[in-house]
């Protein structure tokens, strides 16, 4: 049995902005179980607005802003030692740039580069990596760069990509657009735009999904929205399958178990009951004779990769309504 630690049980703030409108260098933690915060070393740089992550015992902070302008500053907190040490500044300084840890990499990709005195204001297709095994910044080239300017926009690592999406850029309305960089390809890809155009999204990756939630798109926004991937390859081996739509965990499913196809043509992966043709994203479920599968509405006639033999590779948008998410 796993020995639960107190330390599982800590929330951190760092940094922020008082009333005064000025950046603090607080770090405090609180405690859970004993219902209340706790002072840390402050943080050596004062800001608000920062990106931080959670990498073992290693709590990263990264940019964030004073007064205005943006910062480049780079520190980590080790919660054990309770110690901050400084890490080499971020290449560049942009205002609402994201930041996406992946397993040896640390990409700050995009933002608004502000201007002061006689520069203007220019929105970003910069990409900077960190490489975290070797402690410093890699030089990269423009032909990595983001295809799209963007900055304030969603972001994560899913599926082995750095996804973004969405965000302002060059243009008077927001952005729709999506895209996904390769690491082990160096290579952007294309990806299915927004349902719900938006900038200023919160996000996060839960169960190979990047969520969106909330956001501003003229005004406040409530929508909450997940791009989830399917694998390319071949289908898992389930033999006859008996398909039936439903929700768990708020996710839009359909779930496979052995027993008789009365709703779906295994030849064509056409499901004749709900008219549709389905593109499934694989997760192993509880049960080893089950798997769960993601539905798509595509209006087309390319096969579902259901069976084995049939190959599939599809990102896809789905929208939270009241049973849960749905594909759009």
Same mark, same amino acid.
């Given at each position: ?13 760092a940094?922020?902005m ?6 603090? !260098?607080? *770090? ?6 004993? #219902? ?5 070393? =402050? *943080?050596?740089?004062?800001?608000? =607005? =920062? ?18 302008? =943006? ?55 910069? *990409?900077?990596?960190? #490489? ?6 890699m ?68 169960? !190979? ?10 005004g406040?926004?409530?929508a ?8 390319? @390859?071949?289908?898992p ?13 708020g ?33 192993? @479920? ?43």
């Amino acid at each position: 049995m796993r020995k639960e630690r107190s330390s599982d049980y800590r929330v951190y703030a760092a940094g922020g902005m008082g009333l005064d409108l000025r950046p603090h !260098n607080y *770090m405090q933690h609180y405690d859970m179980l004993k #219902d209340i915060w706790v002072s840390l070393a =402050a *943080m050596p740089t004062p800001r608000y =607005a =920062a990106a931080s992550f959670l990498r073992g015992t290693k709590i990263y902070v990264l940019g964030g802003r004073q007064s205005k302008y =943006a910062i480049n500053a780079f520190e980590v907190f080790d919660t054990e030692t309770r110690s901050w040490t400084k890490f080499p500044n971020i290449p560049s300084k942009r205002a609402f740039s994201t930041f996406v840890p992946t397993e040896s990499k640390l990409f700050s990709l995009g933002g608004l580069r502000q201007g002061r005195l006689y520069r203007q204001p220019k929105f970003m297709r910069t *990409m900077d990596v960190f #490489d975290i095994e070797q402690g410093g910044w890699m030089k990269m080239e423009r032909s990595f760069f983001l295809k799209k300017r963007r900055a304030d926009f969603v972001s994560g690592y899913l599926k082995g990509r750095v996804v973004v999406a969405g965000g302002l850029g060059n243009q008077p309305t927001v952005l729709e657009s999506a895209e996904a960089f390769h690491p082990e390809k160096n290579k952007w890809e294309c990806l299915p735009p927004m349902p719900t155009p938006r900038c200023a999204c919160s996000s996060v990756v839960v169960k !190979n999904c990047l969520l969106a939630v909330g956001g501003v798109n003229q005004g406040l926004s409530d929508a909450v929205e997940a791009l989830t991937h399917g694998h390319k @390859g071949k289908s898992p081996s389930l033999g006859k399958g008996h398909y039936m739509s439903h929700s768990i965990s708020g996710i839009a499913h359909l779930i496979c178990s052995r027993g008789t196809p009365d709703e779906m043509d295994q030849t064509s992966g056409y499901n004749r009951k709900a008219g549709r043709i389905i593109f499934p994203v694989w997760q192993r @479920g509880n049960s080893t004779d089950c798997w769960e599968l993601l539905a798509a509405d595509v209006q087309g006639t390319k096969r579902a990769g259901i069976f084995e033999g049939w190959e599939y590779s599809q990102f896809l948008w789905c929208s939270q309504g009241k049973n849960g998410f749905t594909p759009v």
